[in-house]
C-alpha cells in the first residue's frame, strides 16, 4: 500500500512538471520585434535572418516563402532569394503588398492580416505531426498564423 502511494506521487509531481514545461513552451508570447522598418523584396531575405523567430528554426528547417514571383528558399542556414527548395517541409504565399507591410507592422501582425483577409496560402506534403515535431520550438508563436 506504501509503496503503490509512493509511485502514484511521484508520478502526479512528474505530471506536474511535464505540464508546467509544456505550457511554458507553447504559451504565446510577445516577439517585441521591429516594426516601422522599410522592407522590400530584395531586403526580405536579410529582415527574415535578422529576426528573432530566425534563431528558433531547427537545424534541417527547409521551406519557401513566395511573394508573387519572387521565392525564397529558407533553411537554418540563411534566406536564399530565387532559392530552389527540393521537397520543402512547407511552402506559405503571399501577395507582393505584404513584403512592405512585415516591415512597417512586423511579420507577426502582417501573417495575422494576411491570414485575416484569406489572402494567405499553406501547402505541405508532411503530416501536421512530422511539422510539428520538426518545428515545436515555434509553437508559442502559433498566434502568428490565426
Given at each position: 500500500?506504501?509503496?503503490?502511494?509512493?509511485?502514484?506521487?511521484?508520478?502526479?509531481?512528474?505530471?506536474?512538471?511535464?505540464?508546467?514545461?509544456?505550457?511554458?513552451?507553447?504559451?504565446?508570447?510577445?516577439l517585441?520585434?521591429?516594426?516601422?522598418?522599410?522592407?522590400?523584396?530584395?531586403?526580405?531575405?536579410?529582415?527574415?535572418e535578422?529576426?528573432?523567430?530566425?534563431?528558433?528554426?531547427?537545424?534541417?528547417?527547409n521551406?519557401?516563402?513566395?511573394f508573387?514571383?519572387?521565392?525564397?528558399?529558407?533553411?537554418?542556414?540563411?534566406?536564399?532569394e530565387?532559392?530552389v527548395?527540393?521537397?520543402?517541409?512547407?511552402?506559405?504565399?503571399?501577395?507582393?503588398?505584404?513584403?512592405?507591410?512585415?516591415?512597417?507592422?512586423?511579420l507577426?501582425?502582417?501573417?495575422?492580416?494576411?491570414?485575416?483577409?484569406?489572402?494567405?496560402?499553406?501547402?505541405?506534403?508532411?503530416?501536421?505531426?512530422?511539422?510539428?515535431?520538426?518545428?515545436?520550438?515555434?509553437?508559442?508563436?502559433?498566434?502568428?498564423?490565426?
Amino acid at each position: 500500500m506504501l509503496r503503490a502511494s509512493l509511485i502514484l506521487s511521484v508520478l502526479v509531481i512528474a505530471l506536474v512538471f511535464a505540464a508546467a514545461y509544456f505550457y511554458d513552451n507553447v504559451s504565446g508570447i510577445d516577439l517585441r520585434e521591429a516594426t516601422g522598418l522599410v522592407v522590400s523584396l530584395e531586403s526580405f531575405p536579410v529582415y527574415l535572418e535578422t529576426h528573432p523567430l530566425f534563431d528558433k528554426l531547427p537545424e534541417k528547417a527547409n521551406f519557401e516563402i513566395n511573394f508573387g514571383g519572387n521565392a525564397y528558399a529558407v533553411s537554418k542556414n540563411g534566406v536564399n532569394e530565387n532559392g530552389v527548395v527540393e521537397n520543402p517541409d512547407f511552402s506559405l504565399s503571399l501577395p507582393d503588398k505584404y513584403a512592405s507591410r512585415i516591415g512597417e507592422v512586423g511579420l507577426c501582425a502582417a501573417l495575422k492580416e494576411a491570414v485575416t483577409n484569406g489572402e494567405i496560402e499553406f501547402s505541405t506534403s508532411a503530416s501536421k505531426f512530422e511539422l510539428f515535431l520538426k518545428y515545436r520550438k515555434l509553437v508559442k508563436y502559433r498566434d502568428c498564423l490565426r
